[in-house]
């Protein structure tokens, strides 16, 4: 499959498209002022050591100092197991004992600064690289627990062959990510050189520059489109920016070489993005409803928990009998449910629910299709054996980032993202009530009631009698007043 990568570069945001046969398969996007500091490494400065509460307040440059407690101080071990492990049984020695006011200490970041608190840091440095975790302090080879029992010694094998020892110029301890269960020798040894080249890079700043700086930036997007998204099948890499194009082009030089021919600087005058139509294909993926070309269409709907994704039939009565058009409906739904999954970017539970299908042989056509389409993922995905007794197909995707909708939207301030809202009439009946309820606590000269435009109306017309006979029975002149920024269900009752 021939796969094109288009970015579009903006100060604010930079958007990258991935374009699998003149089809987006996957967005990313990336705004600078929502970029976090986990993963970045400084050169801090102790400001305070506070033995009572085993932590230290550390400068690293930003607004509040950033805050280090005696769990995250990191210790070489005797037995050269990983700290994470093996402090589990080992009592941890003072932090009074470890540093001390002024000192200069490399820190990396491993939660956000939140509200009023600073950024909580660790001294034990990770690099995080496609399919590797690289721990620079530590010795220890080892294998993410997602990956099965079974396959664990094997990776870590070939994994320890790989990295060598420090005899022969290796040293520091992997830890193989999940993503990197299926990747071949090569693509290890790679990764494994990005990695040291990395951190020789950040040893070096660390003597070089003063106290407080930043000596290591989890990669920005276009580059770890160089390091995650580009593979054999990639044929071009367009950006429309010059600058970020020869940025690029410098980063890829140094650390992903075999990248750097298929980087294309795009001089056209329409907008990048208007090549595929991928603005609109961006619109589409917010909506509920993802129409099929037979005629058919999908309903996505995504809450906390999970995800649900309905197949309906709709217009499309092409096939010669019934059964063969809801078979050809849901071949054609397990594709576009996949490449949904991408697009979106939907990752935890997903629940997708199949028209029903009386012959065996469709139900397996359709799952073997669904499995093929899902195998395309660079996620990992699980799906469970088959249809469930309801006839429902349940399945895993990986959460790697915010979903698309979870970046670009936030619920709407009227429904409050219910995805609906009360009546006019409804609303009228909710007024009325807040009335006699108010006319029994209080004894104002006159109730105002200030609504939406539509409510106002129904009251002036349809539920005007209901209107005058409240005031009738409450003794009190009830008066209206439109206000047109007012959603439907918002309403105020003035005592005058």
């Given at each position: 499959?021939?796969?094109?990568?288009?970015?579009?570069?903006?100060?604010?945001?930079?958007?990258?498209?991935?374009v699998?046969?003149?089809?987006?398969?996957?967005?990313?996007?990336?705004r600078?002022?929502?970029?976090?500091?986990?993963?970045?490494?400084?050169?801090?400065?102790?400001?305070?050591?506070?033995?009572?509460m085993?932590?230290?307040?550390?400068?690293?440059?930003?607004?509040?100092?950033?805050?280090?407690?005696?769990?995250?101080?990191?210790?070489?071990?005797?037995?050269?197991?990983?700290?994470?492990?093996?402090?589990?049984?080992?009592?941890?020695k003072?932090?009074?004992?470890?540093?001390?006011e002024?000192?200069?200490i490399?820190v990396?970041?491993i939660?956000?600064?939140?509200?009023?608190?600073?950024?909580?840091?660790?001294t034990?440095?990770?690099?995080?690289?496609?399919?590797?975790?690289?721990?620079?302090?530590?010795?220890?080879?080892?294998?993410?627990?997602?990956?099965?029992?079974?396959?664990?010694d094997?990776l870590?094998?070939?994994?320890?062959?790989?990295?060598?020892?420090?005899?022969?110029?290796?040293?520091?301890?992997?830890?193989?990510?999940?993503?990197?269960e299926?990747?071949?020798?090569?693509?290890?040894?790679?990764?494994?050189?990005?990695?040291?080249?990395?951190?020789?890079?950040?040893?070096?700043?660390?003597?070089?520059?003063?106290?407080?700086?930043?000596?290591?930036?989890?990669?920005?997007?276009?580059?770890?489109?160089?390091r995650?998204?580009v593979?054999?099948?990639?044929?071009?890499?367009?950006?429309?920016?010059?600058?970020?194009?020869?940025?690029?082009?410098?980063?890829?030089?140094?650390?992903?070489p075999?990248?750097?021919?298929?980087?294309?600087?795009?001089?056209?005058?329409?907008?990048?993005?208007?090549?595929?139509?991928?603005?609109?294909?961006?619109?589409?993926?917010?909506?509920?409803?993802?129409?099929?070309?037979s005629?058919?269409?999908?309903?996505v709907?995504?809450?906390?928990?999970?995800t649900?994704?309905?197949?309906?039939?709709?217009?499309?009565?092409?096939?010669?009998?019934?059964?063969?058009?809801?078979?050809?409906?849901?071949?054609?739904a397990?594709?576009?449910?996949?490449?949904?999954?991408?697009?979106?970017?939907?990752?935890?539970?997903?629940?997708?629910?199949?028209?029903?299908?009386?012959?065996?042989?469709?139900?397996?056509?359709?799952?073997?299709?669904?499995?093929?389409?899902?195998?395309?993922?660079?996620?990992?995905?699980?799906?469970?054996?088959?249809?469930?007794?309801l006839?429902?197909?349940?399945?895993?995707?990986?959460?790697?980032r915010?979903?698309?909708?979870?970046?670009?939207?936030?619920?709407?301030?009227?429904?409050?993202?219910?995805?609906?809202?009360?009546?006019?009439r409804?609303?009228?009946?909710?007024?009325?009530?807040?009335?006699?309820?108010?006319?029994?606590?209080?004894?104002?000269?006159?109730?105002?009631?200030?609504?939406?435009?539509?409510?106002?109306?129904?009251?002036?017309?349809?539920?005007?009698?209901?209107?005058?006979?409240?005031?009738?029975?409450?003794g009190?002149?009830?008066?209206?007043q439109?206000?047109?920024?007012?959603g439907?269900e918002?309403?105020?009752?003035?005592?005058?």
């Amino acid at each position: 499959m021939q796969q094109d990568i288009l970015i579009n570069w903006s100060p604010q945001e930079t958007r990258v498209a991935v374009v699998e046969s003149g089809a987006v398969q996957e967005l990313h996007m990336e705004r600078p002022l929502e970029r976090g500091l986990v993963g970045n490494v400084y050169l801090g400065k102790v400001a305070r050591v506070l033995p009572g509460m085993q932590s230290a307040f550390i400068d690293i440059g930003l607004e509040r100092a950033a805050f280090l407690h005696v769990a995250d101080v990191w210790q070489r071990q005797e037995n050269g197991d990983a700290p994470m492990f093996a402090r589990k049984d080992l009592p941890l020695k003072p932090i009074e004992k470890q540093i001390f006011e002024g000192q200069a200490i490399m820190v990396q970041v491993i939660k956000d600064p939140i509200g009023t608190k600073g950024a909580r840091l660790s001294t034990q440095v990770s690099i995080a690289g496609r399919l590797l975790v690289f721990l620079p302090q530590d010795d220890h080879v080892g294998v993410s627990q997602k990956i099965p029992p079974a396959e664990r010694d094997v990776l870590r094998g070939r994994l320890q062959a790989l990295v060598g020892d420090k005899a022969s110029g290796g040293g520091g301890g992997f830890i193989l990510r999940t993503n990197g269960e299926d990747s071949n020798d090569q693509e290890l040894s790679e990764d494994i050189a990005y990695l040291r080249k990395t951190w020789a890079r950040i040893k070096e700043s660390s003597l070089r520059l003063p106290p407080t700086s930043l000596l290591h930036q989890d990669l920005n997007l276009l580059q770890r489109v160089l390091r995650d998204l580009v593979g054999e099948q990639t044929q071009t890499i367009r950006i429309d920016s010059r600058e970020q194009f020869a940025q690029l082009q410098a980063f890829g030089l140094e650390f992903m070489p075999a990248a750097v021919p298929k980087l294309q600087l795009y001089k056209g005058e329409r907008p990048i993005f208007d090549l595929f139509s991928i603005d609109e294909e961006i619109a589409k993926a917010l909506g509920r409803r993802v129409d099929l070309k037979s005629g058919g269409y999908l309903i996505v709907d995504q809450t906390e928990a999970l995800t649900t994704i309905d197949v309906n039939t709709g217009g499309f009565v092409g096939a010669r009998n019934f059964d063969d058009t809801i078979f050809k409906t849901n071949l054609e739904a397990a594709q576009a449910i996949a490449r949904q999954l991408r697009l979106r970017n939907l990752g935890g539970i997903v629940i997708a629910d199949f028209i029903d299908m009386v012959r065996e042989e469709h139900q397996e056509a359709v799952l073997a299709e669904f499995r093929k389409q899902l195998g395309r993922d660079r996620v990992k995905t699980m799906m469970s054996g088959g249809f469930s007794q309801l006839g429902l197909v349940e399945m895993t995707r990986k959460r790697t980032r915010e979903s698309l909708a979870h970046m670009l939207c936030e619920p709407c301030p009227l429904c409050e993202g219910k995805g609906s809202v009360k009546t006019s009439r409804s609303v009228c009946y909710d007024v009325l009530r807040e009335i006699l309820r108010e006319a029994r606590q209080f004894n104002p000269k006159e109730f105002r009631v200030i609504a939406s435009p539509k409510v106002v109306d129904l009251f002036l017309d349809e539920e005007s009698p209901h209107l005058a006979s409240l005031s009738d029975f409450i003794g009190k002149p009830i008066s209206l007043q439109a206000e047109a920024a007012m959603g439907q269900e918002q309403y105020d009752i003035v005592l005058l």
